[in-house]
């Protein structure tokens, strides 16, 4: 390509100039030596002599060039010490720029007059430490500058080495950017924020009180916009009972700092029969373009949703934050989202060569049945499936022999390793009764799918791996078992399904509703009747959960240990020698010391192996999800758990108790 410059002459150096004529100067000259040397003395071999000025040469000329690197690379050195001189310190102190001297200690060594009127004071400040002074660690200050508020206005302080000798001499100089920092503030304070709201399950909470239902979501309303006004923002409603609302960012740290009070407020509307409105929120203000936001947002009140609603959810530019969830998910009579869907679910395995069908780690009875009903979904689609199981499960060894009596699940389980061998470029995992690729029976098998789909009935709490494709969480049902009776009810007929089918799945519910007796609702009856249709016998499914003897002494190691906390929550440990079953003898004693009085909560912790199991319980006063999710647990708001690793039980006890404290401090127990 043509230079654009090339018609302006090019500028040369003074200094390199006189380098090229001196050089030229010195081949003119070897050469007139040569020539007298071949002239005079003709004894002498004219190619040694030639090669001999050569030689002289070439070190004149490497001679030159290490004076002029020489010269060039100390002249700056030179300069500094001139700057350090008379001259400098003259400089230095009329400078505009507020600067100080301090040794290798950060002693202060000397400070210029902008710096006195900077800190706004004429005391004498010699002596003293610049970390104290400029509050800011000695480490801190560097080149790469680092910002600190003196006499209220904001500074960058740049850090300068002059001398490492003895204790060092270093500069630092100070840059006000206060205006620059007041316009950065005023920009993200008035960068628009944008929220999502939606109005939790309002028709199935007023299905008796349908002549109130108008009058009930408009004094919802009201209350919205009495609080976007309050922060001179905009509410629209965009559906049924969803609205959309834009403000300045500077109102929404009062939200946090309040732990957005607005869910109280809402929560005490009541209509009908003491029926409480709630509303899920999810809001954002990150960085980026305001699509950046908006997306954000619809994430977050998808997660509000999921996680049970009557709760915010705030997306920051780091993390994701969690406030409200006090109340217990609002039942929803309606099915008819279980059975849209299926029907996505069957177009994905459809569109799959095989299925890999995955509960979690330590499965149970609902993600076992969860398993078999998924199962017998993708062989209606005419698609391969596999269910990935602990073939050394003591606890679900039972179930497996019980399903292998049949032809058709006689080669379905596999493990670990025979799983990965089936992943492939189009197979589909579906992961039940958990939302979270880290918390599957085999993790690897679930980093390895490209394609992933989750049914799961806990609180969401986490964000969705990219390689998930289609998720269905509803923490309003009682278990994964009911999701999945819904889906298969809507496909398959009572008659047609095998009685090995309807039992494990009725096993499901009946752990998870304790009998029936817990999270109960017309679904949950309606999924049971289904399954009765298809076969399933109480009694033969009650068999499953007869304990033996031993368990009975096991779970008795608990219940020697409960000591009550806070007056409302017990909790009991077991450490020394344990082993996998003490897992659900765990859960166990958590649900037997519900029943005593005055318990509102329960959690049990025991060691297996290199981690302490927490099984925790609640009467439906104490959110136990919210409690345990401080420790990297999850759950339901009344049924939730956790692993932790650590050294001891006792350790664990007190990081629960101050997640305990934590919760009630914000949520005492009415």
Not at 97 to 115: C, E, K, Q, R, V
Not at 212 to 225: G, M, N, P, Q, Y
Not at 294 to 311: K, N, S, T, V, Y
Request: charged content about 25%; overall charge negative; hydrophobic content about 40%.
């Amino acid at each position: 390509m043509k230079n654009e410059h090339s018609n302006e002459k090019m500028h040369v150096p003074y200094a390199s100039r006189m380098d090229m004529v001196l050089y030229a100067a010195l081949a003119v000259l070897g050469i007139a030596l040569v020539a007298i040397v071949a002239e005079f003395l003709p004894t002498v071999n004219p190619v040694f002599s030639a090669i001999l000025v050569a030689v002289i040469y070439l070190l004149a000329v490497a001679a030159i060039a290490y004076r002029r690197i020489t010269k060039s690379t100390s002249a700056p050195e030179r300069s500094i010490h001139g700057l350090l001189g008379e001259e400098g310190s003259v400089l230095f102190k009329n400078s505009k720029s507020p600067i100080i001297a301090f040794d290798l200690h950060g002693t202060i060594l000397w400070y210029n007059d902008a710096m006195r009127e900077a800190i706004n004071s004429y005391d004498n400040f010699i002596g003293d430490n610049i970390s104290e002074l400029l509050n800011v660690d000695l480490s801190d200050i560097t080149d790469e500058g680092c910002k600190t508020t003196v006499a209220g206005r904001v500074y960058t302080v740049e850090g300068f080495v002059v001398s490492k000798k003895n204790n060092g001499l270093y500069l630092a100089m100070l840059s006000d950017i206060t205006k620059l920092s007041e316009i950065e503030k005023k920009y993200f304070d008035e960068r628009v924020a944008v929220a999502y709201i939606a109005i939790d399950n309002v028709e199935d909470a007023l299905q008796y009180v349908h002549e109130k239902f108008a009058d009930s979501v408009s004094r919802i309303e009201t209350i919205l916009k009495d609080w976007a006004e309050s922060m001179n923002g905009v509410i629209k409603s965009y559906d049924n009972d969803k609205y959309i609302m834009f403000f300045d960012s500077v109102y929404l740290d009062d939200c946090v700092n309040n732990r957005f009070e607005i869910l109280d407020k809402i929560r005490d509307t009541r209509v009908g029969d003491g029926v409480s409105i709630t509303v899920s929120i999810g809001v954002s203000r990150r960085s980026g373009t305001l699509l950046d936001r908006e997306l954000d947002a619809r994430d977050a009140i998808d997660m509000a949703l999921q996680r049970g609603g009557d709760q915010a959810v705030y997306k920051s530019e780091n993390e994701t934050v969690y406030y409200g969830g006090r109340t217990k998910t609002v039942y929803k009579r309606s099915n008819v989202r279980s059975r849209a869907f299926a029907n996505q679910l069957n177009s994905l395995i459809a569109r799959s060569d095989n299925v890999i069908v995955m509960g979690h780690r330590y499965g149970d009875f609902d993600s076992f049945g969860s398993s078999i009903g998924v199962a017998r979904l993708a062989t209606l689609c005419g698609v391969k499936v596999n269910i990935a199981v602990d073939l050394r499960d003591k606890n679900l060894r039972p179930c497996i022999e019980m399903m292998q009596k049949t032809d058709m699940y006689e080669q379905m389980f596999v493990d670990n390793a025979d799983g990965l061998d089936l992943i492939g470029p189009d197979t589909l995992v579906i992961l039940v009764d958990h939302s979270s690729p880290q918390r599957a029976q085999f993790s690897d098998i679930a980093a390895k799918a490209g394609s992933i789909a989750i049914i799961d009935h806990h609180r969401k709490n986490d964000n969705p791996a990219e390689s998930v494709k289609l998720s269905y969480i509803d923490p309003s049902s009682s278990s994964c078992c009911e999701l999945i009776s819904e889906m298969l009810e809507s496909a398959v007929s009572s008659q047609n399904l095998l009685k090995e089918e309807a039992d494990m799945l009725l096993a499901g519910i009946l752990l998870d509703t304790k009998q029936f007796t817990r999270n109960t609702g017309t679904r949950t009856f309606g999924a049971a009747q289904y399954l009765r249709g298809a076969g399933a016998n109480p009694t033969d499914v009650y068999d499953l959960f007869k304990a033996s003897p031993s368990d009975l002494s096991k779970e008795a190691r608990f219940h020697t240990s409960i000591v009550m906390y806070k007056d409302a929550i017990a909790l009991a440990c077991c450490d020394g020698e344990t082993d996998e079953s003490f897992r659900v003898i765990a859960s166990k004693a958590a649900d037997k010391m519900l029943t005593l009085k005055g318990v509102d909560a329960a959690f049990t912790l025991v060691r297996i192996g290199d981690q302490v199991h927490i099984s925790g319980r609640s009467t439906g006063k104490v959110n136990v999800q919210l409690i345990l999710e401080k420790l990297n647990g999850g759950g339901h708001f009344d049924v939730a758990g956790a692993q932790v690793s650590s050294a001891t039980v006792i350790e664990v006890i007190e990081r629960l108790k101050a997640s305990i404290d934590d919760y009630l401090e914000q949520n005492p127990i009415s």
